[in-house]
């Protein structure tokens, strides 16, 4: 008898993506207590280093709460396999303190809705992900798990890490300037921010409510469109459309938006590259203008509504960072007028771009300025994501490419407002792309 060979492309079973593991349990291979064992033997080797987590259920709790209802959940979509909540999502049997003092110890009353419909869906809320001081740009104790002495980036950071870092096959985060995407870029996972309103966020701490949206961060784009059918609590959930080519592609250079360092501009060269080569047309985006000035609208909005959101947390600003203070103080200062030009400039923005490239299936754009600075004091620049979030429009992050040191550089691709669905049908095969190059 001949022992069998290990395959070496074999994943352990915390590597899975989320469809993969629902697979693998549908098809006899592991058992839902395999996926979250294994998950749990990630976080216990590897939370001391990278603090993803702001709190977390024990092994023993996870498994108790799966035991109790173990019908339930093999019958159910997600089966009992685990999610992480960044810290600014209510939890109503966790505390929910976003990232600040001010809200030590804090517990809801209710879940979000998004977090009500995983647990629908038979997903275990394993902990809540460490987020920055109200989402904006104060760290928390988090560290990028491809290289520890960098930042992961913000304000999604525990749910970036932990997720690329294989203690959860999913995690929420949010955006109110790019929250989702930078940190998914360096630290190497798919981040996905739905068009403008495409979320409930009921439950969520609201920054500015013009540019609030809630973000997904998985692994795979397949995973992202497993978990948007069932926030938008589509009847099958599970069932999967096509990957689709894109024909036509608009390349957005990093210079046309602001500062960005040299592997990216290459990250991005190579990109348009393997897209030219699969026989996608190419547009190259010229105007020079444009972007910054969306960047601008996006920083008026935003210091304006901010300023009016935590109302009752600026009554301590001992408790609140210098950062935050000061972006307070200038949403005061700000004239309305000034708050309101920008708010209609971002709104008609967005259609103007998509009139002037009609014929353009989305925009390559790089999703951060490089990969991740050294250092813990701050999160990384945000202006890459500013202009698409000033416009509403459906955003998603992707992995694959690296600098010389083998650190993740992420692209985003950009779509229409609220055609969402095309923008990550494109994104599958794009990811898929990326892989085989």
Not at 155 to 160: D, F, I, R
């Amino acid at each position: 008898m001949t022992t069998p060979k290990p395959n070496p492309d074999a994943k352990a079973l915390n590597e899975l993506g989320l469809r993969q593991a629902l697979l693998a349990i549908d098809n006899g291979e592991c058992t839902a207590v395999d996926v979250i064992n294994a998950c749990f033997d990630r976080i216990e080797a590897r939370e001391p280093q990278v603090g993803a987590w702001q709190y977390s259920l024990s092994r023993e709790a996870f498994l108790d709460q799966y035991l109790s209802n173990e019908a339930f959940y093999r019958q159910s979509p997600l089966k009992g396999l685990p999610v992480g909540i960044k810290d600014i999502i209510d939890t109503a049997d966790m505390p929910t303190e976003m990232g600040s003092p001010i809200h030590k110890g804090r517990m809801p009353v209710d879940d979000a809705s998004c977090v009500a419909l995983i647990r629908a869906a038979g997903g275990i809320v394993l902990g809540k992900t460490v987020t920055t001081e109200f989402a904006y740009f104060k760290p928390g104790k988090t560290r990028n798990p491809a290289d520890l002495e960098r930042t992961p980036g913000g304000s999604s950071s525990g749910s970036a890490a932990a997720v690329a870092d294989a203690m959860v096959p999913l995690a929420l985060g949010s955006q109110t300037a790019a929250s989702v995407i930078r940190p998914a870029a360096y630290c190497g996972s798919v981040g996905y921010v739905g068009s403008r309103g495409e979320f409930s966020l009921r439950g969520g701490q609201p920054l500015a409510q013009s540019l609030d949206s809630l973000g997904l961060l998985s692994r795979s784009v397949e995973d992202i469109e497993l978990m948007r059918a069932i926030l938008l609590r589509q009847n099958d959930p599970l069932a999967q459309a096509d990957a689709v080519k894109p024909r036509k592609v608009l390349i957005c250079q990093g210079d046309k938006v602001g500062e960005t360092d040299p592997a990216m501009v290459e990250a991005i060269n190579q990109a348009a590259a393997l897209l030219e080569g699969q026989g996608v047309e190419l547009v190259q985006f010229e105007d020079e203008e444009f972007l910054p000035q969306m960047v601008q609208h996006h920083i008026q909005i935003m210091g304006y509504e901010v300023a009016r959101n935590l109302a009752v947390e600026s009554r301590q600003p001992e408790l609140l960072s210098e950062p935050l203070q000061d972006l307070i103080s200038s949403g005061l200062v700000m004239e309305r007028a000034a708050y309101l030009e920008s708010l209609n400039a971002a709104a008609v923005g967005g259609e103007a771009l998509w009139q002037r490239y009609a014929d353009v299936d989305a925009i390559l754009a790089p999703a951060a300025p490089g990969v991740a600075p050294l250092g813990h004091e701050k999160t990384g620049a945000p202006h890459m994501s500013r202009p698409w979030q000033a416009m509403g429009l459906p955003v998603i992050s992707l992995p694959g490419l690296v600098d010389e040191a083998g650190l993740p550089l992420g692209v985003q691709l950009v779509g229409r407002a609220h055609d969402d669905d095309s923008l990550l049908a494109l994104a599958r095969w794009f990811e898929g792309a990326l892989a085989s190059a």
